[in-house]
């Protein structure tokens, strides 16, 4: 279908909606508006019909009227200066009705924009001029979801890999993750998230993909905004347990999987319910699916009682504690504690941003015959954040965050010290042909024998060559004001974010390289080097950023004008490093550093203007189109900037990384145009299309310069260059069956294409073809087009008999996931060898065009509260949660030749081992990773009380 024909039928549909309503004959509605406390009627008080133009304003006796309404479903919004603002959903009107509300209003007691909802929760907002969906803690406690990443992944528009989120295909890195104001994300493990937030911590989640606002200035991509749930006015506790086995963990469907949490709420005694404690703490751990596993992880940073911290491949814990204090009436102070710790020996634990297109799985596979000598992360998160809320008049609105980051990282070889005070053994990874041998040609004439190659996997007892530790430590100071006109057409909103960080960097290869060696008792050899490549940096970088937005509303027209300025400072490692003659920085370098910054109390500094509009306007009743255009940036991942370029501690390896003081950041300009439709009180739609330009992508070249020594070294460079274009629709749905069913349904296609998918591509077709094409356009490796997320909660009562049978306190979830598969570049077949293997090889002028076999995967949750007599919303319940019902088979590491992860008997590329051909030229380990594909069938059984 054309767009032109698209348009005609979008066209011929608004009208036929026109001419139907035309024809039909109108409803109206009155009423009065009151104070609720003293009854008092509040003349001026505003009445709108949301997603319409219609609307009135109360009389000198507080009455008001509002003709002509047409015979459908709408929410009333009703609104007062100094009131909270009351939304009543659901209200029908029948042709010709004249319907009668009368409205008491409350005074806010706790902020500018206190809303209380009147019926069911929308299906849509019409309100708000943005792809922007909020998750409610109660949907999150219907769905079979762990942590915040889990909720996230079923919207539309987000993608989950192996390495993370993908929004709206982009990066993981590119989104930006608060909690309760104050950003979340560990810069240098380019995972996104740097603080786990488990799913029973969480009163909401916001996720906007389009239409972000100028109070967000950290990410490219959309904004992951967590708040934490607080105490209430009674006592509760509740708590979970569940686990994949019930005693035999030898079973198909067990990982041997044990998950627990603990929640309280609780006002504290003595403040007349003025203070409120929340606090949780959770445990996840696994040994995955992958088989092999190491006898006891080791964790060089908790190194006590490894038996309690580290008892599977997967050790996951969090910790939450949030007090709020109610100083009066419109003052609130709340402080948040949230912590997290991560044992485990997945890879993708630290992910260098840019260095790898598609990021393999994170199981060692090639060193799964000892993965007590592989490489081990922990990942140690705190998160501290204390929040003012105050009301300082009816019309201004003040907010005050202070909070500080702390995360941590450790990699090394299962806990195991740096290195030795002296090398006594060979600690090198290799794999060796071991007993029993099996001559690969016997009975060869020529009298030249052959061993058979073996599966590859490291067996000599070497050690993993990683060792890393970084930290960062961040402190953010935001505010932000508020201020609203009596007439309430506008919201106008600046403030200022400063966010101070300290970062340390150390990243270290083979570190027992240049330690002493032992030549006799008494003798040694000198230290001569920190590895045999290594990467050591400390800096204090510094951002600010300052807005000022207005959100004007209209009868019934919205529009959000906004403006943002972003500076930052690499800080004085950066600037002393280009004022100093001996480190190792590009004299161009220097230039343009010096011409593109300014000083200001002792730093140099850049700066951007980031500018935002939104716009929302009915086009008929309950039908809102909406358009949005902005810009964004990310800054690069540090290690582009600051990597080697302190003069004392400079990696003398061929190729080493050498930073780039002068990197600026990425940038998104986007545009998005969409419509949003509550077709009835219980079914929404909205249809979205985007196109995000991505400018500044950072790619690697190879610069000569001279180390200590004046000797000229190449060196690995980063610099802004690529491009990229991501276009996509997003179709979703919302249906609402009385009070038993609920369903939604995500759909997104979108093109990710550019020049090429990461800074290290760039360097490997250098490598290749010498140069990196600035013209050609090609498809992005984690461009996968289709992505299809739906669900179905049920929860029937006894109003709704089945079988004869009341099914009161039975609910069941069931999800169903398609994701388009990777995209890679096909191989032909050019030859054989002298054994008879084809050799395969890819072509070249194809890069990227085909894509892999989908992904599909549908989860169910059953559960059953035990029939105890209790209070609703009090008791225990039994839940069975299958995940990957369907034992799907996803491939995640792709053969090339085939479209899918390897089976046996396959063909393969010239550069994989081929187990068919155990011959001297295979290479590489067998293919048969259990990690190929993502995790099989899991069924858990779990207990939950809540009291």
Do not use: C
């Amino acid at each position: 279908m054309n767009s032109k024909l698209l348009y005609r039928l979008l066209a011929f549909l608004f009208l036929g909606l026109s001419l139907q309503a035309q024809s039909e004959e109108k409803a109206s509605l009155s009423g009065v508006i009151t104070d609720a406390k003293s009854g008092e009627t509040l003349p001026g008080a505003n009445v709108l019909l949301v997603g319409t133009y219609l609307g009135a304003a109360a009389d000198i006796n507080g009455n008001y009227v509002i003709n002509g309404i047409k015979a459908q479903d709408y929410t009333i919004k009703v609104q007062f200066i100094g009131y909270e603002t009351k939304l009543f959903t659901g209200i029908s009107f029948e042709p010709g009705e004249s319907k009668v509300l009368n409205i008491e209003l409350r005074e806010q007691r706790e902020s500018l924009n206190e809303v209380t909802i009147v019926g069911k929760k929308e299906q849509i907002s019409l309100e708000k001029a943005s792809s922007e969906v909020t998750i409610s803690q109660e949907q999150i406690s219907q769905m079979n979801v762990r942590d915040v990443q889990e909720v996230l992944q079923m919207q539309a528009g987000v993608i989950k890999t192996q390495d993370g989120l993908q929004i709206r295909g982009a990066r993981v890195y590119e989104t930006e993750y608060i909690v309760d104001g104050i950003s979340a994300q560990d810069p240098l493990a380019g995972t996104g998230f740097g603080v786990d937030v488990n799913s029973s911590s969480v009163a909401s989640v916001d996720l906007i993909t389009g239409g972000v606002g100028a109070e967000f200035g950290g990410g490219s991509s959309g904004v992951v905004n967590t708040r934490i749930r607080e105490g209430g006015e009674k006592f509760q506790i509740s708590g979970r347990y569940q686990r994949d086995n019930l005693g035999n963990s030898d079973i198909a469907s067990s990982f041997n999987t044990d998950r627990f949490e603990l929640n309280v709420g609780s006002p504290i005694p003595g403040t007349q319910k003025k203070m409120t404690l929340f606090a949780s703490i959770s445990a996840f751990m696994t040994d995955e699916y992958f088989g092999a596993t190491a006898d006891q992880l080791e964790s060089s940073l908790f190194s006590a009682n490894p038996e309690f911290w580290a008892p599977r491949y997967t050790n996951s814990y969090t910790n939450t504690i949030k007090l709020a204090y109610k100083l009066r009436s419109g003052t609130k102070l709340t402080l948040t504690n949230q912590h997290s710790l991560n044992i485990n020996q997945n890879t993708r634990t630290l992910q260098i941003v840019g260095f790898d297109a598609i990021l393999t799985p994170g199981f060692q596979y090639n060193r799964s015959n000892n993965l007590d000598n592989a490489t081990t992360y922990t990942h140690h998160s705190n998160l501290t954040a204390l929040n003012l809320n105050h009301l300082i008049t009816k019309n201004w609105g003040l907010s005050v965050s202070v909070g500080r980051l702390f995360t941590n990282l450790r990699a090394d070889a299962n806990g195991r010290p740096f290195r030795t005070e002296t090398v006594d053994q060979i600690l090198d990874e290799q794999h060796i042909i071991s007993s029993p041998i099996d001559i690969f040609n016997p009975g060869d004439p020529r009298g030249i024998y052959y061993v058979s190659v073996g599966d590859g996997l490291i067996n000599n007892g070497g050690i993993t060559p990683t060792w890393h530790d970084h930290y960062v430590e961040e402190y953010s100071v935001n505010g932000k004001a508020t201020w609203i006109p009596d007439n309430k057409q506008h919201e106008l909103s600046f403030g200022i974010q400063n966010t101070f960080t300290e970062y340390q960097w150390v990243d270290v290869t083979r570190p027992w390289v240049g330690a002493p060696i032992k030549i006799n008792d008494s003798t040694y050899t000198q230290s001569v080097s920190i590895g045999s490549s290594n990467d050591i940096w400390a800096v204090n970088p510094v951002e600010t950023g300052v807005f000022l937005q207005d959100r004007i509303s209209y009868k019934g027209i919205i529009a959000t004008l906004g403006l943002r300025v972003n500076m930052w400072a690499p800080g004085k490692f950066v600037d002393d490093a280009v004022n100093d003659p001996s480190a190792p920085v590009i004299d161009q370098v220097r230039e343009d550093y010096l011409a593109k910054t300014s000083e200001v109390f002792g730093l140099r500094w850049k700066a951007r203007l980031l500018p935002k509009i939104n716009v929302s306007f009915p086009v008929t009743e309950n039908n809102v189109l909406y358009f949005n255009y902005g810009h964004s940036m990310r800054l690069p991942h540090p290690r582009f900037i600051y990597a080697g370029l302190d003069p004392t501690y400079q990696d003398r390896s061929f190729l080493a990384s050498l930073g780039n003081p002068d990197l600026d950041p990425e940038v998104n300009v986007s545009y998005e145009i969409g419509l949003k439709s509550k077709l009835n009180k219980d079914l929404a739609m909205s249809l979205t299309a985007f196109n995000n330009n991505r400018f500044d992508y950072i790619v690697s070249r190879r610069v000569i310069v001279a180390d200590q020594t004046g000797r000229p070294t190449t060196k690995n460079f980063y610099i802004n260059q690529d491009y990229a274009n991501i276009y996509g629709v997003e179709l979703g749905l919302n249906y609402r069956i009385g009070r038993y069913l609920n369903s939604f349904a995500n759909i997104g296609y979108q093109v990710a294409r550019g020049k090429s998918n990461s800074a290290r591509e760039s360097s490997l077709q250098i490598e290749q073809n010498g140069e990196v094409s600035l013209s050609r356009e090609q498809y992005l490796a984690f461009d996968r087009p289709w992505n299809i997320n739906t669900g179905i909660i049920f929860a029937p009562d006894s109003t709704l008999p089945i079988l004869g049978m009341d099914w009161t306190g039975f609910s069941a979830f069931l999800s169903y996931q398609f994701t388009s598969g990777f995209r890679y570049t096909p191989q032909q077949l050019t030859r054989t060898n002298e054994l008879g293997r084809p050799i395969y090889e890819p072509i070249v002028d194809q890069y990227l065009q085909n894509q892999a076999k989908p992904w599909h995967n549908i989860d169910l949750k059953l559960s059953y509260n035990l029939p105890l007599g209790l209070k609703k919303g009090k008791g225990v319940s039994l839940s069975v949660e299958i995940r990957n019902l369907a034992d799907a088979k996803n491939s995640q590491i792709i053969n090339p030749v085939t479209g899918q992860a390897y089976e046996y008997g396959d063909d393969v590329p010239i550069t994989w081992r081929d187990p068919r051909y155990s011959g001297p030229q295979e290479s590489g380990v067998d293919p048969r990773n259990p990690a190929r594909y993502l995790a099989p069938r899991q069924i858990l059984y779990g207990i939950e009380f809540r009291f």
